[in-house]
């Protein structure tokens, strides 16, 4: 099994229908991201988390919102999509190893929301 | 803001050495991580530099100068499973990690 888990992996909806992505990770790591990939602009990051209070706006977080539900769980939602939130979504993990800053992320398989 | 500039695409043999260059501008910088990505998969961890100097790792290298803010991955004896998308990830303050557009490697027989 993966150790971070994307549901849904594909998603079709329509414009201003209310979409969430939900992530979860069994590597115990405390830091969560959610991140988007349009081509051509690798990933931009929407949300981060690095506990179950601490929540924070990424580069693009209008449109958005999240939930961390537990340390285990980060959920992405769209409070009413639109076509230009058509992309593919990634849910990723760290952790410091001994408090050393490791410069590592694990991603999940992604979901690819297209908005119509 | 982040800035990170790389190539985006580059072709080289199978068998060849590729160096494929990043630049970036940001505050708080922490080190250079460098990613591949597959078509349709997920990006997966390389390497990272949090010191000057070149990290070594089986066939692939990554270099950092913070004092000229740049950085490379250098992969050896290309094989035509290392074609994919290579990003380059800088780790600002707070543990965010911020991207390049990244640069699409296309291996040729």
């Known amino acids: 099994d993966a150790d971070v888990t994307q549901t849904p992996r594909n998603r079709i909806t329509k414009t201003g229908k209310r979409i969430m992505l939900e992530c979860s990770q069994t590597?115990?790591?405390?830091?969560m991201y959610w991140y988007r990939q349009d081509p051509g602009l690798g990933l931009r990051l929407i949300y981060y988390s690095f506990d179950v209070k601490d929540i924070n706006k990424g580069e693009i977080s209008d449109g958005y919102s999240v939930s961390r539900q537990a340390q285990a769980k980060f959920s992405l939602s769209l409070e009413s999509a639109i076509p230009n939130q058509t992309a593919l979504y990634f849910c990723?993990?760290?952790?410091?190893?001994?408090?050393?800053?490791?410069?590592?992320?694990?991603f999940g398989e992604g979901s690819r929301l297209t908005v119509l | 803001g982040q800035s990170l500039e790389q190539p985006s695409e580059v072709t080289a043999v199978e068998g060849a050495i590729v160096q494929i260059n990043c630049t970036y501008q940001t505050s708080g910088f922490y080190g250079l991580s460098w990613y591949q990505q597959h078509d349709g998969g997920a990006p997966t961890f390389l390497s990272y530099?949090?010191?000057?100097g070149l990290e070594e790792t089986g066939r692939f290298s990554s270099f950092l100068s913070r004092s000229d803010s740049y950085g490379y991955l250098l992969l050896q004896e290309l094989q035509m499973k290392d074609s994919a998308s290579y990003f380059c990830a800088v780790g600002g303050n707070f543990n965010k990690f911020y991207f390049g557009s990244g640069t699409k490697l296309n291996v040729k027989p």
């Open positions: 990723a993990t760290s952790a410091q190893k001994a408090g050393v800053y490791t410069g590592e992320l694990f």
């Open positions: 590597k115990g790591h405390d830091r």
């Open positions: 530099n949090g010191l000057d």
